[in-house]
């Protein structure tokens, strides 16, 4: 009798201990344990953004140059690799992609667990380059620069080579489990879309990270050994660098913003009561994204001296990239289209995702034309644009997937007042912070720099007070959330009368998952209303 009730335990008290989390082979566990570490680094990454927000505050000297580089440098680095990268597929698709088709864990228990370990060698080599005294190159670590620094280069670099190692064996992890361990009756067509946003980004990590990985190693042997790729000192080529970066790199935006396109197809269907605009289409341009994300990484460079025709094409392939992306927003806001639409917390995040994230893309437009980019690029118009797709994008369909699935992962609910108001500072905040950015761009503001002349003062200022309000909003977050998993309301099995196996099951999920082997839909948003 004992025994059955351990076995249906949930996965929190299956297991007691510390050593039962370290050396843990439950996905779930795994996927929680991921969530913190980069929500811990998502805090750094952020307390230096407001370092740096807080120099541009106005004209004239904070910190010393050398510190604000630092600072910039080490806000990019970190919520780049130690945050947006991992956090969708690895924390929110690890605890949720083997339960969403019916499986009791993924197809490599044991290497999943590694690579959650090399996440954690690698960042922590990033941590060092930090605790050392930083990095001041940039995040993107660009030559000849990042040679001849004397910042801790081959620290971080070394961290984002290993870290890759992670990503790559995460992706060939879930790729294998969605081919070969869904439940009968569960094929490609009946899954939920957030495991085709899932497969799609696990296709660019295998595909894509072994070229940034290369390339951060080349330049540690640059450093090292003086052996003249990117060192036009010693024969090389920085533009070189520019190119292997930029062909991992933006796929990598993919690798970010896929999985919260993925959280926005399941929150959108769910709180509008409607099953899915145009499944097909919303699963195939996924692997669409996925497919373009690999041809357009000269638009970074039409100013780097490459040919016309070059310049030419890259345009016209970044605008055609588009094409799959709006799509997917012309579904959501047909789903949306007369839906008995119930404003939670998630819907709240979802709907904020619709509006930034196609500012983003809409902007995008304009770096993608040859002439305007000529104007913007490397002001602070593409940060802005970078924010709202990454923030903007990213970050929305993360909250509103945390907020969606906190009640099935951890069995507790949040105070939902509590979440609206978040939700208000954040959106009010961001929309401050990074619309002025566009204005200052436009009116010729360089990014990167540390000081700027006076008649960018106003928009600066407008700009620093936006970043309080975010700071302020996740504040409040992080407060109601933690102060949930011991005082809030106990979670019933499916709060948002939600369809997908995971709503099927308890909160939080027992151990293996499933009690018998479940009885899957012909559709996974049956709601008897067909968008």
Known sequence: MAHAEHAHANYLEAKKGIWSWLVTLDHKRIGVMYLWTTLFFFVVGGLFSLG???????????????????????????????????????????????????????????????????????????????????????????????????????????????NGFSGILTGLNFMVTLHKLKAPGMTFFNMPLFLWSIYATAIIQVLATPVVGITTFLLILERVLKIGIFDPALGGDPILFQHFFWFYSHPAVY?????????????????????????????????????????????????????????????????????????????????????????????????????????????????????????????????????????????????AGIHYWWPKMFGRMYPELWGKISCAFIFVGFNVTFLSQFILGKLGM?????????????????????????????????????????RGAKAPANPWDGKTLEWQISSPPIEHNFTKVPAIPASPYEYGVKG
């Open 52 to 162: 740096v927000r807080l120099e541009l505050l106005k004209p004239g000297p904070l910190f010393q140059p050398d510190t604000y580089n630092k600072m910039f440098t080490m806000h990019g680095a970190i919520m780049v690799f130690l945050f947006i990268i991992p956090i969708i597929p690895a924390a929110l698709g690890n605890f949720f992609l083997p339960i969403m088709i019916g499986a009791k864990d993924v197809a490599f228990p044991r290497l999943n667990l590694l690579s959650y370990y090399i996440f954690l060698v690698g960042s922590s080599l990033a941590v060092g380059a930090l605790i050392a005294g930083g990095v001041d190159t940039g995040w993107t670590f660009y030559t000849p620069y990042s040679i001849r620094s004397a910042s801790h280069v081959i620290l971080i670099t070394l961290g984002v080579f290993i």
């Open 446 to 486: 360089p990014r990167r720099y540390h000081d700027y002349f006076p008649e960018y003062a106003g928009w600066n200022m407008v700009s620093s007070i936006g970043s309080l309000f975010i700071g302020i909003g996740f504040l409040i977050m992080f407060i109601y959330l933690f102060w949930s998993l011991k």
């Open 255 to 399: 690798i970010m913003i896929l999985p919260g396109m993925g959280i926005i197809s399941e929150v959108v269907t769910v709180f509008s009561r409607k099953h899915i605009f145009g499944y097909k289409a919303v699963a195939y341009s996924s692997l669409a994204i996925a497919f373009i994300s690999f041809l357009v990484w000269g638009h970074h460079m039409f100013v780097s001296g490459q040919s016309p025709l070059s310049n030419f094409l890259f345009s016209w392939l970044t605008m055609f990239v588009a094409v799959p992306t709006a799509i997917k927003v012309y579904n959501w806001t047909a789903t949306l289209y007369r839906g008995s639409i119930v404003l939670a917390t998630p819907m709240l995040y979802a709907l904020s995702f619709l509006f930034m994230f196609t500012i983003g893309g809409v902007t995008g437009l304009f770096l993608a034309a040859l002439s305007v980019d000529v104007h913007l690029h490397d002001t602070y118009f593409v940060v802005a644009h970078f924010h709202y797709t990454m923030m903007g994008g990213t970050v929305m369909g993360l909250l």
